[in-house]
């Protein structure tokens, strides 16, 4: 994935793109194609905006379940970097499994977990400990 978004990014750069590291992934900045923000690709980050420092609104926000929860869209988009270096190729057909660009996607909420507080960037959250039991 990180191949592909090199190559994307690579292709886009006499289009305008312009290429930095940030947020741990080389980030293509101006990406003149898609429908606006980022997509994450291994450890390449497409962005179609000029700073990872944006904000945007959380999946949750966007779809009327929140108010005004606004994240850094770097901080979202290094959750999916480090989801992609702990699946590695299996972390698409798993995003997709787990329904895609969408609200209720595992993957999306724990993006906005992460850039909401730092923590959290697993999809997978280990479930509370029960009574007399300790998380270690």
């Known amino acids: 994935m990180t191949a592909l978004g090199l190559l994307a990014g690579l292709v886009a750069l006499p289009f305008g793109a312009h290429v930095a590291l940030s947020d741990a992934a080389v980030v293509f900045h ?7 923000g980022a997509l994450t690709l291994g450890n390449v980050i497409l962005h179609t905006g000029g700073s990872m420092d944006e904000t945007t609104l959380t999946y949750a926000c966007r779809a009327g379940l929140t108010r005004g929860e606004r994240v850094r869209l770097g901080d979202h988009e290094r959750a999916h970097v480090l989801q992609y270096l702990a699946l590695g190729p299996l972390f698409l057909p798993m995003y997709f499994a787990c329904g895609g660009i969408h609200h209720g996607n595992r993957f999306e909420q724990a993006a906005d977990r992460y850039a909401l507080t730092g923590r959290g960037w697993w999809p997978w959250p280990r479930p509370e400990p029960g009574p007399g039991q300790t998380r270690g």
């Open 30 to 36: 101006r990406f003149p194609w898609g429908p606006g």
